[in-house]
T-cell receptor, first 114, second 110 residues
Framework: DAGVTQSPTHLIKTRGQQVTLRCSPKSGHDTVSWYQQALGQGPQFIFQYYEEEERQRGNFPDRFSGHQFPNYSSELNVNALLLGDSALYLC?????????????FGNGTRLTVT | QKEVEQNSGPLSVPEGAIASLNCTYSDRGSQSFFWYRQYSGKSPELIMFIYSNGDKEDGRFTAQLNKASQYVSLLIRDSQPSDSATYLCAVEGSARQLTFGSGTQLTVLP
Protein backbone atom coordinates (compact mmCIF):
# COMPACT_ATOMS: atom_id res chain seq x y z
CA ASP A 1 0.00 0.00 0.00
CA ALA A 2 1.81 3.08 -1.28
CA GLY A 3 1.84 6.06 0.99
CA VAL A 4 1.84 9.67 -0.14
CA THR A 5 4.36 10.19 -2.93
CA GLN A 6 5.79 13.52 -4.04
CA SER A 7 7.97 14.56 -6.93
CA PRO A 8 10.52 15.82 -7.49
CA THR A 9 12.56 15.34 -4.32
CA HIS A 10 14.69 18.40 -4.83
CA LEU A 11 14.40 21.38 -7.11
CA ILE A 12 16.50 24.48 -7.74
CA LYS A 13 14.92 27.47 -9.44
CA THR A 14 15.80 31.09 -10.10
CA ARG A 15 13.86 34.08 -8.85
CA GLY A 16 10.95 34.91 -11.11
CA GLN A 17 10.59 31.41 -12.48
CA GLN A 18 7.60 29.15 -12.05
CA VAL A 19 7.54 25.70 -10.48
CA THR A 20 5.14 22.75 -10.37
CA LEU A 21 5.22 20.15 -7.62
CA ARG A 22 3.30 16.88 -7.76
CA CYS A 23 1.64 14.63 -5.22
CA SER A 24 -0.14 11.29 -5.27
CA PRO A 25 -2.23 10.60 -2.17
CA LYS A 26 -2.23 7.45 -0.09
CA SER A 27 -4.44 4.76 -1.57
CA GLY A 28 -8.06 5.33 -0.58
CA HIS A 29 -7.59 8.98 0.35
CA ASP A 30 -9.57 11.64 -1.49
CA THR A 31 -8.31 14.90 0.04
CA VAL A 32 -4.94 16.50 -0.56
CA SER A 33 -3.45 19.36 1.44
CA TRP A 34 -0.25 21.27 0.82
CA TYR A 35 2.03 22.76 3.46
CA GLN A 36 5.14 24.92 3.32
CA GLN A 37 7.85 24.39 5.91
CA ALA A 38 10.61 26.98 6.16
CA LEU A 39 13.81 26.04 7.93
CA GLY A 40 13.34 25.91 11.70
CA GLN A 41 9.58 26.41 11.50
CA GLY A 42 6.53 24.21 11.65
CA PRO A 43 4.62 23.49 8.44
CA GLN A 44 2.18 26.18 7.31
CA PHE A 45 -1.07 25.30 5.58
CA ILE A 46 -1.27 26.48 1.96
CA PHE A 47 -4.53 24.95 0.70
CA GLN A 48 -6.66 21.84 0.56
CA TYR A 49 -8.26 20.12 -2.43
CA TYR A 50 -11.27 17.83 -2.44
CA GLU A 51 -13.38 16.77 -5.42
CA GLU A 52 -11.05 18.74 -7.69
CA GLU A 53 -11.82 22.04 -5.97
CA GLU A 54 -9.90 24.22 -3.56
CA ARG A 55 -11.84 23.94 -0.31
CA GLN A 56 -9.73 25.86 2.15
CA ARG A 57 -6.81 28.23 1.82
CA GLY A 58 -4.22 29.50 4.25
CA ASN A 59 -2.55 32.89 4.25
CA PHE A 60 -0.65 32.54 0.99
CA PRO A 61 -0.69 34.89 -2.04
CA ASP A 62 -2.32 34.08 -5.36
CA ARG A 63 1.10 33.15 -6.73
CA PHE A 64 0.40 29.81 -5.09
CA SER A 65 -2.18 27.80 -6.97
CA GLY A 66 -3.12 24.20 -7.26
CA HIS A 67 -5.08 21.55 -8.98
CA GLN A 68 -6.56 18.17 -8.18
CA PHE A 69 -7.15 15.55 -10.83
CA PRO A 70 -9.92 12.94 -11.05
CA ASN A 71 -7.54 10.29 -9.67
CA TYR A 72 -7.09 12.51 -6.57
CA SER A 73 -3.49 13.41 -7.37
CA SER A 74 -2.58 17.05 -7.06
CA GLU A 75 -0.20 19.74 -8.24
CA LEU A 76 1.08 22.84 -6.51
CA ASN A 77 2.16 25.71 -8.76
CA VAL A 78 4.14 28.70 -7.61
CA ASN A 79 4.62 31.63 -9.98
CA ALA A 80 7.12 34.49 -9.87
CA LEU A 81 9.32 32.71 -7.35
CA LEU A 82 10.88 34.71 -4.54
CA LEU A 83 13.89 33.83 -2.44
CA GLY A 84 11.51 33.46 0.49
CA ASP A 85 9.71 30.61 -1.27
CA SER A 86 12.69 28.38 -0.53
CA ALA A 87 11.29 25.69 1.75
CA LEU A 88 10.23 22.08 2.12
CA TYR A 89 6.84 21.62 0.47
CA LEU A 90 4.79 18.86 2.01
CA CYS A 91 1.76 17.13 0.61
CA UNK A 92 -0.62 15.37 2.97
CA UNK A 93 -3.63 13.21 2.23
CA UNK A 94 -6.64 12.10 4.19
CA UNK A 95 -10.14 10.66 3.78
CA UNK A 96 -12.50 13.60 4.10
CA UNK A 97 -15.61 11.96 5.42
CA UNK A 98 -13.98 9.55 7.81
CA UNK A 99 -13.70 10.84 11.33
CA UNK A 100 -10.39 10.48 13.13
CA UNK A 101 -8.44 10.24 9.86
CA UNK A 102 -5.12 11.94 10.59
CA UNK A 103 -3.04 13.47 7.85
CA UNK A 104 -0.32 11.36 6.27
CA PHE A 105 2.59 13.33 4.84
CA GLY A 106 4.72 12.59 1.84
CA ASN A 107 8.50 12.93 1.94
CA GLY A 108 8.33 16.46 0.62
CA THR A 109 9.95 18.48 -2.14
CA ARG A 110 12.88 20.66 -1.16
CA LEU A 111 12.69 23.85 -3.24
CA THR A 112 15.65 26.20 -3.39
CA VAL A 113 15.22 29.58 -5.07
CA THR A 114 18.44 31.37 -6.00
CA GLN B 1 -0.28 35.86 19.30
CA LYS B 2 0.73 32.55 17.80
CA GLU B 3 -2.09 30.05 17.54
CA VAL B 4 0.00 27.08 18.65
CA GLU B 5 3.02 27.60 20.87
CA GLN B 6 5.79 25.25 21.82
CA ASN B 7 9.07 25.72 23.63
CA SER B 8 11.65 25.59 20.84
CA GLY B 9 14.23 23.94 23.06
CA PRO B 10 16.60 22.41 22.63
CA LEU B 11 15.54 19.94 25.28
CA SER B 12 18.16 17.44 26.37
CA VAL B 13 17.44 14.36 28.49
CA PRO B 14 19.63 11.37 29.39
CA GLU B 15 18.86 7.98 27.91
CA GLY B 16 16.17 6.19 29.90
CA ALA B 17 14.66 9.38 31.31
CA ILE B 18 11.21 10.82 30.67
CA ALA B 19 11.03 13.60 28.09
CA SER B 20 8.16 16.06 28.53
CA LEU B 21 7.07 18.22 25.61
CA ASN B 22 4.45 20.93 26.00
CA CYS B 23 2.11 22.83 23.72
CA THR B 24 -0.55 25.51 24.21
CA TYR B 25 -3.17 26.65 21.72
CA SER B 26 -5.33 29.71 21.41
CA ASP B 27 -8.55 28.48 19.77
CA ARG B 28 -10.77 27.28 22.60
CA GLY B 29 -13.03 25.50 20.10
CA SER B 30 -10.27 23.15 18.89
CA GLN B 31 -11.17 19.50 19.19
CA SER B 32 -8.36 17.44 17.69
CA PHE B 33 -4.69 17.49 18.54
CA PHE B 34 -1.71 15.74 17.03
CA TRP B 35 1.94 15.11 17.77
CA TYR B 36 4.34 14.59 14.88
CA ARG B 37 8.00 13.64 15.00
CA GLN B 38 10.34 15.04 12.38
CA TYR B 39 13.88 13.90 11.86
CA SER B 40 16.27 16.36 10.26
CA GLY B 41 15.64 16.62 6.54
CA LYS B 42 12.62 14.30 6.68
CA SER B 43 8.86 14.82 6.64
CA PRO B 44 6.68 14.82 9.78
CA GLU B 45 5.60 11.41 11.03
CA LEU B 46 2.44 11.04 13.09
CA ILE B 47 3.10 9.74 16.61
CA MET B 48 -0.21 10.25 18.39
CA PHE B 49 -3.52 12.03 18.21
CA ILE B 50 -5.88 12.87 21.05
CA TYR B 51 -9.44 14.19 21.08
CA SER B 52 -10.63 13.79 24.65
CA ASN B 53 -9.46 15.33 27.90
CA GLY B 54 -7.11 13.14 29.86
CA ASP B 55 -4.31 10.79 28.93
CA LYS B 56 -3.82 8.52 25.95
CA GLU B 57 -1.03 5.99 26.01
CA ASP B 58 0.67 4.20 23.12
CA GLY B 59 3.76 2.24 24.03
CA ARG B 60 6.37 4.62 25.43
CA PHE B 61 4.33 7.67 24.42
CA THR B 62 1.59 9.37 26.42
CA ALA B 63 -0.39 12.34 25.16
CA GLN B 64 -2.19 14.52 27.69
CA LEU B 65 -4.96 16.97 26.86
CA ASN B 66 -6.50 19.65 29.08
CA LYS B 67 -9.02 21.65 27.06
CA ALA B 68 -9.86 23.97 29.95
CA SER B 69 -6.24 25.06 30.12
CA GLN B 70 -5.78 24.77 26.32
CA TYR B 71 -2.75 22.59 26.91
CA VAL B 72 -1.43 19.46 25.22
CA SER B 73 1.64 17.53 26.21
CA LEU B 74 3.61 14.51 25.09
CA LEU B 75 5.58 12.32 27.46
CA ILE B 76 8.20 9.92 26.17
CA ARG B 77 9.18 7.28 28.70
CA ASP B 78 12.49 5.40 28.63
CA SER B 79 13.86 7.89 26.09
CA GLN B 80 16.23 6.47 23.50
CA PRO B 81 18.83 8.23 21.34
CA SER B 82 16.63 7.35 18.35
CA ASP B 83 13.95 9.62 19.84
CA SER B 84 16.19 12.62 19.12
CA ALA B 85 14.17 14.71 16.69
CA THR B 86 11.94 17.77 16.46
CA TYR B 87 8.47 17.22 17.87
CA LEU B 88 5.63 19.19 16.31
CA CYS B 89 2.33 19.88 18.01
CA ALA B 90 -0.62 20.44 15.66
CA VAL B 91 -4.21 21.52 16.15
CA GLU B 92 -6.94 20.69 13.66
CA GLY B 93 -9.19 23.42 12.25
CA SER B 94 -12.77 23.22 11.08
CA ALA B 95 -11.78 22.16 7.57
CA ARG B 96 -9.36 19.59 8.94
CA GLN B 97 -6.34 21.75 8.15
CA LEU B 98 -3.57 21.60 10.73
CA THR B 99 -1.96 24.54 12.49
CA PHE B 100 1.49 23.59 13.71
CA GLY B 101 3.71 24.95 16.41
CA SER B 102 7.31 25.69 15.54
CA GLY B 103 8.46 22.45 17.15
CA THR B 104 10.61 21.40 20.09
CA GLN B 105 14.03 19.93 19.36
CA LEU B 106 14.73 16.94 21.61
CA THR B 107 18.14 15.39 22.13
CA VAL B 108 18.48 12.14 24.08
CA LEU B 109 22.00 11.76 25.38
CA PRO B 110 23.50 8.22 25.48
Amino acid sequence: DAGVTQSPTHLIKTRGQQVTLRCSPKSGHDTVSWYQQALGQGPQFIFQYYEEEERQRGNFPDRFSGHQFPNYSSELNVNALLLGDSALYLCASSFRDRGNSPLHFGNGTRLTVT
Amino acid sequence: QKEVEQNSGPLSVPEGAIASLNCTYSDRGSQSFFWYRQYSGKSPELIMFIYSNGDKEDGRFTAQLNKASQYVSLLIRDSQPSDSATYLCAVEGSARQLTFGSGTQLTVLP
